[in-house]
């Protein structure tokens, strides 16, 4: 649905706010505010109602509330003295009351100056160079755009260069390094890192990011972890908390399949991690087709062919098979209650790859973390799905990028 009123467009499928032709960030719970006060512009909206809609009926406070409305007032080119948009009617609630329009037909994509910004691209990157790991193995590593160092930690299957082209991927490089000077590394045993040879094991990964951080010698960084870079986060954050400003979590599992007590997803993974193993040296196309049914299940056939052939880029099929067996093995929930930095949880509904209720621990754990939710199946969502609208906003405004 589209709503228009004043200058201002409301997308609800695209999850944007426009004024003219700018795009309004703004963070997930004061897009929703908006959306339940414009549809139900008919009447006066309780408090107690919008505490049951919009935060579950959970207990929060008459100034949290306020802030929120204060954003969505912001957000809307009005203030609490205008009220031109949203009215408080004192000891009854709150109305919306500008005149809107709305529309159902499918509209074209609403151009806007954040969607026309020239596309950061592999051209952007820097040179990729070297560090060393604690035990010696050579760690690859390159940075792209400027502003605040965000570090997008290290997983499998990763290639500082080819990830240029993943449809699951690059998109984010892309759109982060508008704001932030995004660092990436390819973690040992795929990428550009040393594939031969190398100890894969947690402790060694964790290893690889602290010897990435200390290489660029920032006093604090944000970490973006997502998938099963997460738990890697999660463990850095709790050695060096005096090294990480944010966390952003996404797609983000504490605990491996093997860990959640559930006795099909062990099965799961002993027959995944014996197909790599056993089929990957051999160029059978089923396994890497089966990884990314997994990753990105509502792929087009393009996608899901370029991700197959990139596979086959990021490593042996021994690396790849140790990785699948350490992530599934993992488990850094006892960890959780000891973070103590701003952190923000994104995790899609649909994510057979890591289900929801995992990003819903993580966030319960966390002290003081925020979830935001992505209607999607996929792992990491595509550029032209709603959610990755909702990711980046959600993300400027946990950073507060203006």
Not at 139 to 153: N, T
Not at 268 to 276: G, K, Q, W
Request: one cysteine or more; charged letters at 25%.
């Amino acid at each position: 649905m589209v709503y228009q009123f004043n200058q201002i467009t409301l997308d609800t499928d695209q999850y944007r706010l426009c004024l003219a032709n700018d795009q309004v960030p703004v963070e997930p719970l004061v897009f929703d505010l908006l959306v339940y006060l414009i549809e139900n512009r008919n009447r006066v909206v309780t408090r107690d109602e919008l505490l049951e809609s919009l935060w579950s009926g959970k207990v929060v406070s008459d100034s949290a509330l306020g802030a929120r409305l204060k954003d969505a007032r912001k957000a809307v080119a009005d203030n609490g003295a205008k009220q031109s948009v949203i009215k408080t009617f004192h000891g009854r609630g709150y109305q919306f009351i500008a005149e809107a329009t709305e529309a159902t037909a499918n509209l074209p994509v609403i151009e806007t100056r954040v969607s026309s910004k020239v596309k950061i691209g592999l051209a952007d990157q820097s040179p990729v160079r070297f560090c060393s790991s604690a035990d010696g193995v050579s760690i690859a590593h390159a940075e792209v755009g400027e502003g605040y160092p965000l570090v997008a930690v290290g997983s499998w299957m990763s290639h500082l260069e080819e990830d240029w082209s993943n449809p699951t991927w690059r998109h984010y490089i892309s759109h982060l390094a508008r704001d932030f000077k995004v660092i990436r590394y390819d973690q040992r045993g795929n990428g550009m890192s040393d594939w031969d040879n190398v100890d894969i094991s947690f402790n060694k990964m964790v290893d690889d990011l602290k010897a990435v951080i200390d290489c660029y010698g920032y006093e604090k960084v944000a970490l973006f972890g997502p998938s099963q870079a997460a738990s890697v986060s999660i463990a850095y954050a709790q050695q060096y908390p005096e090294k990480v400003s944010h966390l952003i979590l996404h797609g983000a599992y504490a605990r491996g399949r093997c860990k959640r007590g559930n006795p099909e997803g062990i099965e799961e993974s002993t027959a995944l991690v014996t197909l790599i193993r056993q089929s990957w040296g051999r160029d059978n196309p089923m396994v890497r087709q089966m990884m990314t049914s997994l990753f990105m299940p509502d792929a087009t056939r393009e996608e899901a062919a370029w991700f197959n052939e990139f596979q086959k880029t990021c490593g042996p099929g021994e690396n790849l098979a140790r990785f699948r067996e350490l992530y599934d093995d993992i488990d850094v929930s006892d960890l959780l209650s000891e973070i103590n930095i701003p952190t923000l949880v994104v995790h899609s509904v649909g994510d057979s790859l890591a289900p929801l209720s995992e990003g819903k621990l993580i966030a319960s754990r966390i002290p003081g973390a925020r979830l935001v939710t992505l209607n999607s199946k996929n792992h990491m969502v595509f550029e032209n799905e709603p959610g990755f609208s909702r990711f980046l906003v959600a993300v400027r405004d946990f950073m507060q990028i203006d």
